[in-house]
């Protein structure tokens, strides 16, 4: 099992007036491809601003970062868009769907912008959206939004799945729910799957949990023996 993920010493920092904000410092950890991993920590630790460098949607102010031995923090506009395009999915707390789109119309819009996407089919089926593919989002549930959401991430094929408190939004029953679909996509398609939580209990269920606070990365240990979703209770 390969390293896919790299990260050597990530700092961000953030001026706010005259004071210095240091969203990220010095952190460095590696993530290996196909496994499922949580970064936990609480609101503030810095958990959403490095699943922003991971994504190649922000740029460090000191470290590198690479992803299958590529520094992604050296990439231009052009190539970071083209990073985000072909090598990353993104799940949110908040589905971010095309309200005017069908939950099918929704997955498609990935997969027209994919070099090698996944079939539609299959996809809308794995996800358990079969029977639901021709309703708008509101005609959804949260669960099911977040179903769409992410078959729309899997649909074009990463090789990194970013999840930003996929589980925030939604009751426990279906929380669960979404926590054992992330494993199914983790298992079935190979996938290497990041789960940013503040959510300890969600931590039971990973590979791997790298663990932050006040911005800085004080843990990343392999789990032994990680439970299955359903076991999971908070």
């Given at each position: 099992m390969g390293t896919i993920i790299r990260a050597e010493g990530l700092a961000k920092d953030y001026q706010m007036g005259e004071v210095t904000v240091h969203a990220?410092?010095?952190a460095s950890f590696e993530i290996n491809e196909g496994e499922f991993v949580v970064i936990l920590g609480p609101s503030g630790s810095g958990k959403s601003t490095l699943l922003n460098i991971l994504g190649g949607m922000d740029r460090p102010s000191a470290g590198q970062c690479y992803m299958e031995g590529?520094?992604?923090?050296?990439?231009?506009d052009r190539r970071a868009t083209e990073y985000r395009r072909y090598k990353v999915g993104f799940v949110f707390q908040f589905y971010n769907l095309m309200?005017?789109?069908t939950a099918r119309e929704n997955v498609e819009l990935a997969t027209e912008i994919s070099e090698d996407p996944l079939d539609i089919e299959m996809i809308m089926e794995s996800?358990?959206?079969g029977e639901r593919e021709g309703h708008f989002p509101?005609?959804?549930s949260g669960g099911e939004q977040q179903r769409v959401s992410i078959a729309r991430a899997i649909a074009k094929n990463p090789k990194l799945l970013l999840c930003d408190e996929p589980t925030g939004a939604l009751d426990f029953k279906t929380g669960i729910s979404i926590l054992e679909l992330l494993k199914k996509v983790n298992c079935e398609l190979n996938?290497?799957?990041v789960v940013?939580?503040?959510n300890a209990d969600i931590a039971s269920m990973g590979d791997r949990v790298i663990r932050m606070r006040s911005g800085e990365v004080i843990e990343n240990k392999l789990n032994d023996s990680p439970i299955d979703p359903s076991e999971i209770r908070w």
């Open positions: 990220l410092v010095d590529t520094e992604i923090t050296a990439f231009d309200a005017n789109l996800v358990g959206l509101s005609q959804l996938m290497t799957v940013i939580t503040h």
